[in-house]
Nanobody, 125 residues
C-alpha cells in the first residue's frame, strides 16, 4: 500500500515561515517526481512545486523565491520550506507522486498517481 503522509502545517503570521514534510512509503519512487499542490474551497488544486528524483526542481511563479522544495531520496521524503508567507498562501497543501513523462507533466494533478491527505496552512494578516 502506497502512503504519502504530510506534516508541518499550522497557523503562522504573515511574513512567517513553515516547513512541510511528506514521507512516502509502499513502493520505490526512484522514477517518480514528487509535487506539492494547494487548494482552497471552491478553487481547483493549484501546482506549487515539484522535485524529480534527480533533484531538478520546479516552482509556480507565485512562490518562486519564497518556497523551496527539497528531498531526501534515502528517506523517500520531500520537504517544502515556505518563507515570507502571506494570506494568499493559506490553503490545504497536498503532497503527491507521479511518473508521467513530459516537460510540464509535474504541473497537472492528473499526472500524479498518489496523494497525501493534506495539511492545513493558515496565514494570519
Amino acid at each position: 500500500q502506497v502512503l504519502l503522509v504530510e506534516s508541518g502545517g499550522g497557523l503562522v503570521q504573515a511574513g512567517g515561515s513553515l516547513r512541510l514534510s511528506c514521507a512516502a512509503s509502499g513502493r520505490t519512487f526512484s522514477s517518480y517526481f514528487m509535487g506539492w499542490f494547494r487548494q482552497t474551497p471552491g478553487k481547483e488544486r493549484e501546482f506549487v512545486a515539484a522535485r524529480r528524483w534527480s533533484g531538478t526542481t520546479y516552482y509556480a511563479d507565485s512562490v518562486k523565491g519564497r518556497f523551496t522544495i527539497s528531498g531526501d531520496n534515502a528517506k523517500n521524503t520531500v520537504y517544502l520550506q515556505m518563507n515570507s508567507l502571506n494570506p494568499e498562501d493559506a490553503a490545504v497543501y497536498y503532497c503527491a507522486a507521479g511518473n508521467r513523462y513530459g516537460s510540464s507533466a509535474h504541473k497537472f494533478p492528473h499526472n500524479y498517481d498518489y496523494w497525501g491527505q493534506g495539511t492545513q496552512v493558515t496565514v494570519s494578516s
